[in-house]
């Protein structure tokens, strides 16, 4: 049973980077973001109106978790305006495992062995080292805001996973807090964004937009279902394996040659996993 979740969570991590590399391309991120939040809002709202309501112990965690989010897709934004993909992606994301590894053990009760802390540890660092340029991290773009991201990451990861276990039905905790994160993100999309008419012209940005929206919303109910079985630190770091999908995303889709750096990040990568499973 464990291998089939942490198949699903490796899935889950493919889809992640498509959306994330569907949200860089586009020219205008945040018009994507709220096209993205159209088919989720309407599957919260569909889940809400058929699914039964979530055990009353887990709605702290519900409204914790989509203001999590709503925090989470603004720093993305930023940090993709200001930072390449190949290099902001990876510190968004190679930060939550050891963050979200911290989190459970604080308020989860989750104590991870040493080899599982050491194959999280690898993940992470190997994630981390698919940004580093010969410049350093410092000198990259958007760096501060990939930081924020990754914190924000860490902490809906540690808020889901306990609060999917209290809720009951996961799909109902998953309608919910994509209905009362995504309407209140459409809603600052299109106050900031101006007249919407000429946007919604162009219905290949519409499609595309909402075609991530249906992937991240799939990436992330695989999520929450493992979390409901699996350790929170090693969801998160068989998650962020994303970022190995990104650098395969970035050299045949955006043409970002990998370095021999990154080539060792991957290895590094999937030792850490390898100790995971062990």
């Not at 540890?121 to 010969?134: D, F, T």
Request: charged share 10%; proline share 5%; with cysteine.
């Amino acid at each position: 049973m464990e291998s089939l979740y942490v198949a699903l969570v490796l899935f889950s991590a493919l889809l992640h980077a498509s959306w994330n590399a569907l949200l860089h391309q586009s020219r205008d991120k945040l018009w994507q973001t709220g096209m993205m939040a159209v088919p989720c809002g309407l599957a919260g709202l569909a889940g809400v109106l058929l699914l039964p309501a979530p055990a009353a112990a887990s709605w702290p965690y519900i409204g914790a978790s989509a203001l999590l989010e709503l925090g989470y897709s603004l720093a993305l934004i930023r940090a993709y305006r200001s930072g390449d993909f190949g290099r902001v992606y990876p510190v968004a994301r190679g930060m939550s495992p050891l963050l979200v590894t911290l989190g459970a053990w604080a308020f989860g009760g989750e104590r991870p062995g040493l080899v599982v802390a050491g194959g999280i540890l690898m993940v992470s660092a190997g994630i981390v080292s698919l940004a580093y340029r010969r410049r350093g991290l410092a000198a990259s773009g958007g760096m501060g805001a990939a930081v924020l991201t990754g914190c924000f990451i860490a902490s809906y990861t540690v808020v889901d996973g306990i609060g999917v276990r209290l809720a009951g039905d996961p799909f109902a905790y998953i309608a919910w807090v994509y209905l009362l994160f995504n309407l209140p993100l459409l809603a600052l999309v299109l106050r900031a964004g101006g007249d919407p008419r000429p946007r919604l012209a162009d219905r290949r940005a519409v499609l595309t937009g909402m075609l991530g929206g249906v992937v991240s919303l799939c990436a992330y109910g695989l999520v929450i279902s493992a979390l409901r079985v699996l350790p929170m630190g090693q969801v998160s770091a068989l998650r962020e394996l994303s970022s190995l999908f990104g650098v395969l995303l970035g050299w045949l889709w955006l043409g970002e040659k990998p370095t021999p750096l990154r080539v060792a990040a991957c290895v590094l990568m999937v030792g850490g996993v390898l100790m995971l499973r062990m």
